[in-house]
């Protein structure tokens, strides 16, 4: 090999020393630019408290991957963030809980990450998920601490078989929305999460007015409950009906009118219809459930010929609930959306066990029906007219064993061959005075067929 050959080699290894170079700071630069574009900011802290869990939500400016673990002595929840930071004030934060003493930053193990820890008052199993951007909302991560004791107790509770035999008939008010779930939004910027609870809340008011009837709350005060969770909360209480309050929004303002659903299986019959199921899935979305849940899917459940039947009844009774529902609140309402009972394929109404309605009080997208529903004279009147309808269904078809079965059903009785008033009354245990009083009788003749209401003793 001669000199210049000796140099010419030398020149192309260095050459390919310094590609080489060039080539790994290429990829240092790229990573560092890739890892600084992946970071991202907690930009606020929100918290939403139920009776059994405290919701956190960190608002982020994108997307992030995050691990959980709890410490004890004292209780803490750690999160960290990889390659991320915080700029809202953690001290400053309001926070609606009784499971969080406060939210502070630590030392993560990595430099550059973040690491927040979660001071609690006492023990909670934290879960945790993430939400894709969603209308006013960006990337957010959810955490959920559920109160150990108190879902431990809840576990625990044992059906306890009521000890009179005149019970309450029970009625599930259930207000749509809530907590990271607003519902729809009024020209006035008023919530329907909020105006739907304070109409429900009215309408247990009137419903607990009433002799022999009983009503809960599934929702009692502003945070999330996922449909299923609200139909396991009517089914606790032996719920024999299970309302739903919403009050509706549409693109167009000028929609109008109040409506009484029920649950259609055969799916969905009108544009409004399918714009509140759209609501629903998103709603469910906002709410934290797994994005993977279709309403489609829920189905799967309700397979077997005695469920099937079951929901028929359960539906049957549902329409003739609603009808003497939508007749009141037709005589209260400026309008109603429709002349008759509504039907949609919504999850919260899939309950084969519980007749269920939902009740649209209005569009709060209609300025005047806004103003309307935020009047609480008007909310009290709807609600009356809801509770008239309910009892009106009740007082017909008293579910056996309550008190009002024993106030206001009636016994008919076919009078047979050899029958008299005084045989009747002996054999049902009535006065022949009670007998004529309730058959509005003038004499103790009676003829073979003729049909007799048996009075029941109160």
Request: charged letters at 30%; one cysteine or more.
């Amino acid at each position: 090999m001669t000199v210049q050959d000796l140099q010419t080699t030398g020149r192309n290894r260095r050459l390919m020393t310094f590609k080489s170079a060039l080539m790994v700071f290429s990829c240092l630069i790229f990573t560092t630019f890739a890892f600084a574009t992946n970071a991202a900011v907690v930009k606020s802290m929100r918290f939403w408290q139920s009776p059994e869990s405290t919701r956190v939500v960190l608002d982020l400016s994108a997307e992030v991957e995050h691990s959980i673990k709890v410490l004890t002595n004292p209780y803490r929840v750690v999160i960290d963030i990889p390659a991320s930071s915080v700029v809202v004030d953690l001290s400053e934060l309001e926070i609606k809980s009784d499971l969080i003493k406060k939210v502070r930053q630590s030392t993560p193990v990595n430099p550059g990450d973040l690491r927040l820890v979660l001071d609690l008052t006492k023990e909670s199993d934290p879960k945790s998920f993430s939400l894709k951007p969603y209308q006013d909302y960006g990337d957010r991560l959810v955490i959920d601490l559920f109160d150990k004791k108190k879902v431990a107790a809840k576990e625990e509770l044992k059906a306890v078989p009521p000890k009179e035999s005149k019970r309450d008939i029970v009625i599930a008010v259930d207000a749509g929305h809530g907590g990271e779930d607003p519902g729809a939004l009024g020209p006035s910027g008023s919530h329907e999460k909020d105006i739907v609870l304070k109409l429900s809340k009215d309408l247990v008011d009137e419903i607990n007015k009433e002799k022999g009837m009983k009503a809960i709350l599934t929702r009692t005060g502003d945070y999330y409950l996922r449909h299923r969770k609200r139909t396991d909360i009517a089914r606790n209480h032996r719920a024999d009906l299970f309302v739903s309050v919403h009050a509706d929004g549409f693109k167009n303002p000028k929609a109008r009118g109040a409506s009484v659903w029920i649950l259609n299986t055969r799916g969905v019959k009108s544009e409004i219809a399918r714009w509140m199921q759209l609501q629903e899935e998103k709603s469910e979305l906002l709410g934290g459930v797994d994005s993977k849940i279709r309403l489609s899917h829920y189905d799967s459940s309700v397979r077997s010929v005695l469920l099937d039947l079951q929901m028929e009844n359960s539906i049957a009774e549902s329409m003739q609930i609603a009808q003497k529902v939508h007749k009141k609140m037709d005589k209260v309402a400026p309008k109603m959306h429709k002349p008759h009972v509504e039907e949609n394929n919504l999850l919260v109404l899939k309950n084969p066990d519980i007749p269920s309605i939902l009740v649209e009080s209005g569009f709060i997208s209609n300025p005047q029906e806004e103003k309307l529903l935020k009047s609480k004279k008007y909310r009290k009147k709807l609600a009356k007219a809801v509770k008239d309808g309910i009892k009106q269904y009740f007082k017909a078809k008293a579910p056996d064993g309550t008190l009002y079965a024993s106030m206001y059903r009636q016994s008919i009785y076919r009078i047979q061959r050899g029958d008299n008033l005084s045989k009747v009354a002996s054999r049902f245990d009535v006065s022949i005075k009670e007998l004529k009083v309730a058959n509005n009788l003038k004499s103790n003749t009676v003829r073979i067929g003729q049909k007799l209401i048996i009075p029941t003793a109160n």
